[in-house]
């Protein structure tokens, strides 16, 4: 697997694959890779020849009471796995080849930005989108893959190819989870003892949720109340929020009669997790993915 540090080589590598029209597979990350990730690389590699992934730790997403400073950076067991993976190649550049100096160019995709994480994290998404269109821009993939755990995230870049006739297509892939129902993240590795045992409660609180839906239960409130209450049963919880939002527009919906999330954000002591469920209306019933 070859490592690619500056924007030039990374451009010239891609332009390349372009000319002898192969196809391009992105797979972004932010580093600090699980199953979760490695899950994406195998589905980018049924697709696409030459498959990249990226690691860039974001500056621009995480705001000033945030945890950059301790994201975990374990650089030499990303690139194990992913040589494991047999990706073709790796694109890490540091924060002065993404963002050199001068650079005062924004992304901002009004309206889906601003509710649930963007309300909660200002600027995150501003910072998530500016630094997908440059991966975009410069690796230039035909096929980029994302999971569905940071869902309000890949709306907003879908919206963000849309609006901006971009050249790729956004493949959206499952949540990979624990097997004890915990969604991977990187974040995960901070939680430690009790607190990890405490991290399930989301997962339980959308197994209610989708015992509902399953049951054809279509009041949002109704089934944000049995979230709530689940939520409520772990004291080591405390919610930012757990809403349902219909699947487009990512605004409260009254009744559950198109696609529709159930979305959690919580904190486990100093960690802040999130996680969803994705409610389908199938027919008469309604049918819930978890």
């Not at 590598?13 to 899950?39: D, F, Y």
């Not at 045992?197 to 997962?203: D, E, F, N, S, V």
């Not at 605004?251 to 979305?263: G, H, K």
């Amino acid at each position: 697997m070859e490592t690619i540090r500056t924007v030039a080589w990374m451009k010239e590598k891609s332009r390349e694959a372009r000319q002898e029209q192969r196809i391009v597979g992105l797979v972004p990350t932010m580093g600090a890779l699980h199953a979760g990730h490695m899950a994406l690389v195998e589905r980018a590699k049924k697709h696409c020849a030459p498959v990249y992934a990226s690691i860039f730790l974001n500056p621009t997403q995480f705001s000033a009471n945030e945890d950059l400073s301790r994201y975990p950076r374990p650089i030499e067991a990303d690139i194990e796995k992913l040589t494991a993976a047999r990706v073709d190649g790796l694109f890490l550049p540091d924060a002065k080849e993404i963002y050199p100096q001068g650079f005062s160019t924004y992304v901002h995709v009004e309206g889906l930005s601003e509710r649930l994480e963007g309300k909660s994290r200002p600027g995150h998404f501003r910072g998530v989108a500016t630094v997908v269109l440059k991966l975009f821009e410069i690796v230039q993939p035909h096929f980029a893959y994302f999971g569905r755990k940071d869902a309000q995230q890949v709306r907003i870049i879908q919206q963000m190819v849309r609006d901006l006739n971009l050249d790729v297509e956004i493949v959206v892939c499952p949540i990979v989870r624990e097997p004890d129902g915990l969604a991977m993240s990187s974040r995960n590795a901070y939680l430690h003892g009790e607190e990890r045992k405490a991290a399930t409660i989301l997962h339980r609180a959308l197994e209610a949720a989708a015992t509902e839906a399953k049951a054809g239960v279509r009041d949002s409130l109704e089934v944000q109340r049995t979230m709530n209450k689940v939520l409520a049963s772990e004291p080591r919880a405390r919610v930012d929020y757990a809403e349902i939002v219909d699947a487009e527009s990512f605004e409260p919906v009254v009744r559950i009669t198109r696609p529709a999330y159930a979305l959690l954000a919580v904190h486990i002591g100093k960690t802040r997790l999130i996680d969803n469920l994705l409610m389908t209306p199938e027919g008469e019933e309604l049918a819930a993915e978890l």
